[in-house]
């Protein structure tokens, strides 16, 4: 199962969250982003994004697990509603089932907070909304306590930062036992097309 917050009521229960806003007023886009003490781009072995999406979300909520956090709360970056695009693409179309199936509606931009045993299957869904869905924010996820803060990019990476320093060497030993790898370089790219294309993404609004 997962619980809904309200947007504002998040933000002040977790303020580290990265935010982006149009600030009016200079006529400029503003980004905040919590202190980071050293950030890793997690991948793993996989043959399809199919595949990957679902060991993403089995290697992923191991990890928390492994944390001992008992859920993981995801917040877009910016206030556009979940499931303000809409697509016609298979596996996009499930993942927006799913949300409205868990009382999601079309106005809602809050957080989610997740429970470990959701979160396999939340993080597959989510992981087809970020690839495919080009005008949604970045859905970044944090723990109760803020140690961590990530985000699911669209080539189904993960962008790991470490807010609470004492974590580091923590997360270091659980990624080395894991499926997962460490991305080298700073620059993520698509593993699943030859082209660079991505099938199934869209970027209007509907």
């Not at 890793?40 to 999406?53: A, C, E, M, V, Y």
């Not at 877009?76 to 799913?98: C, H, I, M, R, S």
């Not at 609470?164 to 499926?179: C, F, G, R, Y």
Request: proline content about 4%; hydrophobic content about 40%.
């Amino acid at each position: 199962m997962f619980i809904k917050i309200k947007r504002q009521d998040c933000l002040i229960q977790y303020p580290k969250f990265p935010l982006t806003w149009f600030d009016k007023a200079n006529d400029d886009i503003i980004h905040s982003y919590p202190k980071v003490f050293t950030s890793f781009i997690l991948t793993l072995p996989s043959k399809s994004f199919k595949g990957h999406s679902k060991l993403l979300g089995v290697e992923l909520t191991l990890l928390v697990k492994a944390l001992h956090f008992n859920s993981i709360i995801f917040l877009g970056e910016f206030d556009t509603p979940w499931l303000k695009q809409t697509n016609d693409y298979k596996p996009v179309k499930e993942a927006l089932q799913f949300l409205k199936d868990h009382k999601v509606s079309k106005q809602f931009d809050g957080a989610l907070q997740v429970s470990i045993e959701t979160l396999p299957l939340f993080i597959k869904h989510i992981s087809w909304l970020s690839r495919c869905n080009g005008a949604l924010p970045n859905f970044y996820f944090t723990d109760a306590g803020q140690n961590i803060i990530g985000c699911i990019c669209k080539y189904g990476n993960v962008h790991l930062d470490i807010v609470n320093k004492k974590t580091v060497p923590i997360i270091k030993d659980l990624v080395a036992a894991s499926k997962f790898n460490y991305l080298t370089g700073k620059i993520c790219d698509d593993q699943f097309s030859k082209s660079g294309a991505i099938r199934g993404r869209r970027i209007k609004m509907q």
